[in-house]
């Protein structure tokens, strides 16, 4: 999945001000997501199962009588600030006991399970350890909790937790948004060589395609036009439909077909798992948008053995020519790691080839970062840290080259944008392009929800400006600095 260093959920944030906690409501949860896609929607479903137990959501800390942080362990950074922020938490739990008052503090995520107790022994402020598979006994795991006790609950269920958790209230879908995350496929059997992944989400599950299906009527009743679907190796999803087995790509065709949907994406592919259904279906349903995130980590063969990726770099780019003969326009993503060990310079030079062959919209890019556990953390010949950043740093520079270059193509071509949420100024809202990039349009364009359709006339480095859209266009004077904020 695509991975943000450090997010803070604005689901949550956007909960506590929407809708002020009824008077039923008396204890106050506060979650911070770190991570991927998926730590967020599991925060939804956490914050979903937490109000069956009167937990108001809140988006400041000090409010709170529970804390949960949903953690993330790729890389060494995500999992350190994990403590960062548990000794600032310590900090709240001991002015609130001088007041009289309790706190509670949960460790969900990767973390959590990939750390389990040693948590608690390195940081005594926290309650409650439950990885990702338990979600389900998270309201048991409290009342445990609230009867003094500490619990770790890192099992790999045997029953599923979607079957468990309570499904979303019309109402909390219609405050998160117009576009929703929807899990499908969870865990991975990859094992690549670097990765925590398949060590914390445990091994591939396919969610049932009833149930999706099921939970994509519900998005849809509730106003959401636009659901991304989500897996540690998304297109690895296979199922049964109507007695035969399916794949994503037919999976896809059935989503198409409900009613109020008007879009579908799906991340993160495996290049492996790129099966050719999957690759029809971009070429026949329109409403799968032309934007594809398919990380390929390097452009050297000889390194992607060593990551255990199985595939070579020239299948890579032969399968990107065979999607974008299926989808002529589609936007390319990808995530890369430099200063795996063992990588020369010319290993690093054929990934800088297979970026310049690919020309990527957009990519993400990472230093090698060594994970207890995982047996590239084992090999020889890790890379000095000043010969990996000077590599990043190369590799960030083409790929923020080309990134601009595809925005600018943009400019003066029109495109359908759904509109999400209000804009910086009162003239203007904010959509998101076909492919996944803010647009900045004028209010009177449509309202949230609407798919409209734009006339880009401006790119800056994070987001299209369509005509109306333009800081200035409501007759104010230009603020250049503000102006730069925004394109
Ligand atoms: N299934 C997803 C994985 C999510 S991890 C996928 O295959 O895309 C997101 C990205 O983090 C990976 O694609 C990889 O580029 C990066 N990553 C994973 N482990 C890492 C490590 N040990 N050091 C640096 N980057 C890593
Ligand atoms: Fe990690 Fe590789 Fe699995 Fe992606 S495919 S989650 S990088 S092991
Ligand atoms: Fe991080 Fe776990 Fe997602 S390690 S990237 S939160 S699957």
Known sequence: ???????????????????????????????????????????????????????????????????????????????????????????????????????????????????????????????????????????????????????????????DKFDHLPAAEAQAIRRRGVAAFLTVQEGCDKFCTFCVVPYTRGSEVSRPAEAILAEAHRLAAAGVREVTLLGQNVNAWEGEHQGRRIGLGELLHRLAEVPGLARLRYTTSHPRDMDDALIAAHRDLDILMPYLHLPVQSGSDRILKAMNRRHKAEDYLRLVERIRAARPGIAMSGDFIVGFPGETEADFAATLDLVGAVGYASAFSFKYSPRPGTPAADLGDQVPEAVATERLDRLQALIRAQASAFMESLVGTEMPVLVEKAGRYAHQRIGRSPYLQPVVLSATAGEIGDLVTSRIVRSGPNALIAAGGEPEAAGAAPRPAALRKIA
């Open 1 to 159: 999945m695509t991975l943000r260093e450090e997010m803070s959920s604005p689901v949550e944030a956007r909960d506590a001000r929407a809708f002020p906690p009824d008077d039923a409501a008396t204890k106050k949860v506060f979650i911070k997501t770190y991570g991927c896609q998926m730590n967020v929607y599991d925060s939804q479903r956490m914050g979903d199962a937490l109000a069956s137990e009167g937990f108001a959501p809140t988006e400041t800390m000090e409010e709170a009588d529970l804390v949960l942080l949903n953690t993330c362990h790729i890389r060494e950074k995500a999992a350190e600030k994990i403590y960062s922020e548990l000794g600032r938490i310590r900090l709240l739990k001991a002015r609130r006991e001088s007041e009289g008052k309790g706190l509670n503090v949960a460790v969900a995520g990767c973390v959590a399970q990939a750390e389990g107790a040693e948590i608690i022994a390195r940081a005594s402020v926290v309650d409650l350890v439950i990885g990702p598979q338990t979600y389900h006994r998270l309201p048991q795991a409290l009342r445990r909790v609230a009867a003094g006790e500490r619990v770790v609950d890192t099992d790999y269920a045997v029953e």
